[in-house]
């Protein structure tokens, strides 16, 4: 009897230990947030929506036990060519699609490198991070000002645009009192929960990720896997990139998505997936971007340095990771 209830207890932690954490760090947070309101708990879920986004994609590169650092770079750059076809076109439908795909063809490139050339992931998203980024910068810098909304280093929307408002809106509005853009990032989840859970597609991803020289001997084509993976994870980044201008109305090729890279991984771990692959689910990564936004708020509330401040997350990080490989092993020796 023991025994069996050990054996629940693992499967219990194993499969839904990112709510546990959530709801440690959550409670960590109402006790020094000093007033929690339900519209800062809605501020959180606007504020977790594209990390959310771009960790939905992330989250299914590492269940194939891949990794992407172009991520945050991406967003860079397609973020702020998405505000010139805007500036442009004056269409918020065009600026979507072509975020969509541009942000695809991004993903494209990690996908062949990674599963056509079979290069190094780690290897192949590190060139392309520092690819991505800087031509942003340079294309910034050298086109028409008019077409970046006359900023000298950033690209603008501009705002005499007759859609500006109605965009500007989308990614700051509210339908009752739930954010919009956390309402993408909840059917954006449920879209990938459904894929991964319910699909050919997401059981060869699991596969993949578990075994993959198994995978292969089952007739699983791992490199055309792994391309339409980074291609998912690509258009969701574009997906990221079109909400990013719809709630800041511009996009700064030296700083925005600066370190996304990381806070999509940290979204990642926090939700429960494994970075070796073949594990987890990714219902986790929704909790896992509002818990690493959490964290954030926690140490403002508390007035910490912010000299220290990505030491307290990667320190936190590391202790997460501990609980959940140590989780399972300490009820089943102690209890």
């Given at each position: 009897?023991k025994?069996?209830?050990r054996?629940?207890?693992?499967?219990?932690?194993s499969?839904y230990?990112y709510?546990f954490?959530?709801?440690?760090?959550?409670?960590?947070?109402?006790?020094t947030?000093?007033?929690?309101t339900?519209?800062?708990?809605?501020?959180?879920f606007r504020?977790?929506a594209?990390?959310?986004v771009?960790g939905?994609?992330m989250?299914?590169?590492?269940?194939?036990?891949?990794?992407?650092?172009?991520v945050?770079?991406?967003?860079?750059m397609?973020?702020?060519?998405s505000v010139?076809?805007f500036?442009?076109t004056?269409?918020i439908?065009?600026?979507?699609l072509?975020?969509?795909?541009?942000?695809?063809v991004c993903?494209?490139v990690?996908?062949v490198l990674?599963?056509g050339v079979?290069?190094p992931a780690?290897?192949?998203t590190?060139?392309?991070?520092?690819?991505?980024?800087?031509?942003?910068?340079?294309?910034?810098?050298?086109?028409p000002?008019?077409l970046?909304?006359?900023?000298?280093s950033?690209?603008?929307?501009?705002?005499?645009?007759?859609?500006?408002?109605?965009?500007y809106?989308f990614g700051?509005?509210?339908?009752l009192?739930?954010?919009?853009?956390?309402i993408?990032?909840?059917?954006?989840?449920a879209?990938?929960v459904y894929?991964?859970?319910?699909?050919?597609?997401?059981k060869?991803?699991?596969a993949?990720?578990?075994?993959?020289?198994?995978a292969?001997m089952?007739?699983i084509?791992?490199?055309l896997?792994k391309?339409?993976?980074f291609?998912?994870a690509g258009?969701l980044v574009g997906?990221g990139?079109?909400?990013?201008?719809?709630m800041?109305a511009?996009s700064?090729?030296a700083?925005?998505g600066?370190?996304?890279?990381?806070y999509?991984?940290?979204a990642?771990v926090?939700?429960?997936i494994s970075m070796?692959?073949g594990?987890?689910?990714c219902?986790?990564i929704l909790?896992g971007?509002?818990?690493y936004t959490i964290?954030?708020?926690?140490?403002?509330?508390?007035?910490?340095?912010?000299l220290?401040?990505?030491?307290?997350?990667?320190t936190?990080?590391i202790v997460v990771?501990?609980?959940?490989?140590?989780g399972?092993k300490i009820?089943e020796?102690?209890l």
């Amino acid at each position: 009897m023991k025994t069996k209830g050990r054996s629940v207890w693992s499967r219990i932690w194993s499969q839904y230990s990112y709510i546990f954490v959530f709801l440690v760090i959550f409670l960590v947070f109402a006790l020094t947030s000093h007033g929690l309101t339900w519209n800062g708990i809605m501020n959180i879920f606007r504020h977790s929506a594209v990390v959310g986004v771009i960790g939905l994609g992330m989250g299914l590169i590492c269940l194939t036990g891949e990794i992407d650092l172009s991520v945050g770079s991406m967003l860079a750059m397609v973020s702020g060519f998405s505000v010139v076809i805007f500036n442009i076109t004056d269409n918020i439908v065009l600026t979507l699609l072509f975020a969509l795909a541009f942000g695809a063809v991004c993903g494209l490139v990690n996908g062949v490198l990674v599963g056509g050339v079979e290069m190094p992931a780690f290897i192949v998203t590190l060139a392309t991070m520092l690819i991505y980024r800087s031509v942003s910068q340079y294309v910034c810098q050298h086109i028409p000002k008019e077409l970046c909304g006359g900023g000298s280093s950033v690209y603008r929307m501009a705002s005499d645009h007759e859609n500006y408002q109605a965009l500007y809106q989308f990614g700051n509005g509210k339908i009752l009192t739930l954010p919009i853009v956390g309402i993408i990032l909840l059917l954006m989840t449920a879209l990938l929960v459904y894929i991964s859970t319910s699909t050919k597609f997401g059981k060869k991803v699991y596969a993949i990720g578990s075994n993959q020289k198994g995978a292969v001997m089952s007739g699983i084509n791992v490199s055309l896997m792994k391309m339409i993976v980074f291609v998912i994870a690509g258009v969701l980044v574009g997906l990221g990139s079109f909400l990013w201008i719809a709630m800041n109305a511009s996009s700064d090729p030296a700083t925005t998505g600066r370190s996304y890279e990381m806070y999509a991984i940290a979204a990642v771990v926090l939700g429960g997936i494994s970075m070796s692959g073949g594990k987890g689910h990714c219902l986790g990564i929704l909790f896992g971007a509002m818990s690493y936004t959490i964290i954030d708020k926690i140490i403002v509330a508390l007035k910490m340095d912010s000299l220290i401040n990505d030491a307290i997350k990667g320190t936190i990080l590391i202790v997460v990771i501990l609980i959940q490989l140590a989780g399972p092993k300490i009820k089943e020796k102690f209890l």
